[in-house]
């Protein structure tokens, strides 16, 4: 497992750090976190732990004000704070 | 004095410290019930340091499943690594082989996500990039470590901490959107990953999601400077 895995991690970092890259590889790479992180955010508010594919709507309605919190504050203590405090919140509501 | 990178890397590590203790703490307990001793369940914090394959090799030890499957889901859940580590490398062009294969071991989402939040502090700060990692890491470990020897007295699941992570997330998404272009990608992104999630199964969704959002962003790129150059030429 900690072979496979630090294969991943690692053999990108040495090849491409040392040569140089075309313009539209890096282009693409800029994109990659954007991209990255929306995958892995929006799964999290559509789909329940068995990976059915349902609203979880005590993530939803933390998400909804992280979000707007983050983009207009942008701290990022702030943000995970203020959101598990309101999934605390609506875990009683909910 | 200069600045210490070390310990900016180690501060920025905080949120990632606050996620990854009780979500190690849900690892240590899990693989406590599985069967592994807490020497164990540290050492593999320690080695694979992977948060989702571990609780799949948890589960999976726990079905009395042997090694090589284990590695084999492992592989392709870490695959997602492959695009994080490329962006990453971009901004350690000079550091040499030792350094990187040190940072590529310590690579996590979070910490690709922190890191990529104000890329200019990890721009050949290596030293950065290890506080903040090792920091994470050592959370990681404690909190496995934790888990597995007090367990069942912690309440992993209470006071918002399943939200902790995708807290996290959401933050770092937001601190990534940078011009119009940026949110559009984001949608995409989102969109594709439900469907590939629901299509696929696995942890496939992530990596098909984020290569066809970029390329699909290369693409639109391409073209509107194709455009500015045909209009400059006319």
């Known amino acids: ?94 | 004095m200069g600045s210490h990178p070390w310990r900016e890397g180690a501060k920025a590590a905080a949120p990632i410290v606050l996620g990854y203790l009780p979500v190690g703490v849900a690892f240590g307990v899990l693989a406590r019930r599985a069967g592994l001793a807490p020497s164990e369940a540290g050492l593999m914090s320690f080695l694979v340091y992977a948060g989702s394959s571990q609780f799949i090799a948890v589960e999976l030890i726990s079905e009395g499943i042997t090694w090589f499957p284990i590695v084999v889901t492992t592989f392709f859940v870490n695959l997602r690594h492959l695009l994080m580590s490329s962006t990453v490398s971009l901004y350690l062009k000079k550091e040499p082989l030792r350094i990187l294969t040190l940072v590529g071991a310590q690579l996590t989402d979070e910490s690709f996500a922190v890191a990529m939040s104000q890329p200019s502090k990890i721009q050949n700060r290596s030293r950065y990039l290890f506080g903040l990692q090792v920091t994470s890491h050592c959370a990681w470990i404690g909190g496995s470590v934790g888990g597995a020897v007090f367990g069942s007295l912690i309440d992993h699941e209470g006071y918002g901490l399943p939200f902790a992570l995708p807290g996290l997330f959401i933050c770092l998404l937001v601190l990534q959107i940078k011009s119009l272009r940026h949110v559009w990608l984001m949608i995409v992104a989102g969109l594709l990953s439900l469907f590939f999630k629901w299509l696929v199964p696995g942890n496939w969704y992530i990596v098909m999601a984020a290569l066809l959002t970029s390329g699909i962003g290369v693409a639109l790129r391409t073209r509107k400077t194709g455009h500015r150059e045909s209009e400059g030429s006319v």
């Open chain 1, 1 to 94: 497992m900690a072979i496979v895995t630090f294969f991943s991690r690692f053999l990108p970092m040495v090849l491409l750090s040392r040569r140089a890259l075309p313009e539209k590889v890096k282009w693409g790479l800029e994109y990659i976190p954007v991209a990255v992180l929306s995958a892995i955010v929006f799964p999290i508010l559509f789909f329940d732990r068995k990976g059915a594919l349902t609203l979880q709507p005590q993530f939803l309605f933390a998400a909804l004000p992280v979000f707007i919190f983050a983009w207009k504050v942008k701290s990022i203590w702030g943000s995970v704070v203020l959101g598990m405090f309101i999934f605390w919140g609506l875990g009683f509501l909910l």
